[in-house]
């Protein structure tokens, strides 16, 4: 079967750095991709990542091991604005975007 | 340039009755796929059109039916509504069907009775 794991919720202080890791085991593998989605709202594209190593936008960075099945999402200066939930996606061979539950985090000031 | 468009934002409707929800893509997007969204299970997959042809289809019964017009322009039909259909339904547009910049609409909030 094809599954994508990510905690389901992280906490963090306003102004830290958290870190979002997902898992993935998909039939075949293109690419995963991060999206942020506000309550009420829809999901927004954050990131992309085709091959290993880290992808930095802003504060945003998203990392990637091919050969760990595994990624992550990092946020550095965390504001209250951030305070949203997270989903990786991974496309599959049959060119199917599969996304995690999501992982919410909360930011406490 | 405008984003994703879907109507309606909400609906309501009772147990048995079908329901048909509208995505209007960024213009010049070919590729359209619908998600539905419900607390706890993530955005799962119901199928992807590009060109008007389904590409991918998801494991949902086959109440769960979809179409693509000559302008993109997409809808999904459910039919025989149960209770558990009532979810945010999302559709994403982009220029080919990639992981790069899915581009989401806002969704329909179904809420069947």
């Known amino acids: 079967g094809q599954s994508l794991e990510q905690p389901s919720e992280v906490t963090a202080v306003e102004g830290a750095i958290v870190q979002i890791n997902c898992t993935y085991q998909?039939?075949?593998?293109?690419?995963l991709s991060w999206y942020q989605q506000h309550d009420g709202g829809a999901p927004t594209f954050l990131s992309y990542?085709?091959?290993?190593g880290l992808e930095e936008t802003g504060r945003f960075s998203s990392f990637l091991s091919r050969s760990d099945s595994y990624g992550y999402l990092l946020l550095q200066e965390l504001q209250m604005k951030d305070s949203a939930s997270y989903f990786c996606?991974?496309?599959?061979?049959?060119?199917?975007?599969?996304f995690g539950k999501g992982t919410r985090l909360h930011i406490l000031p | 340039k405008a984003g994703v468009t879907q109507t309606p934002r909400y609906l309501i409707k009772t147990r048995g009755q079908q329901v048909t929800l509208s995505c209007s893509p960024i213009s010049g997007h070919r590729s359209v796929s619908w998600y539905q969204q419900t607390p706890g299970q993530g955005l799962q997959f119901l199928f992807e059109y590009f060109s008007e042809t389904q590409r991918n289809k998801g494991n949902f019964p086959g109440r769960f039916s979809g179409r693509q017009f000559s302008n993109s322009r997409s809808e999904m039909n459910v039919s025989t509504l149960e209770l558990g259909d009532s979810a945010l339904y999302l559709c994403?547009?982009?220029?080919?069907?990639?992981?790069?910049?899915?581009?989401f609409g806002s969704g329909t909030r179904l809420t069947v009775v």
């Open positions: 990542n085709a091959l290993d």
């Open positions: 996606a991974v496309e599959d061979r049959d060119d199917k975007i599969i």
């Open positions: 994403a547009s982009s220029l080919k069907a990639d992981n790069y910049g899915y581009t």
């Open positions: 998909t039939s075949g593998f293109y690419g």
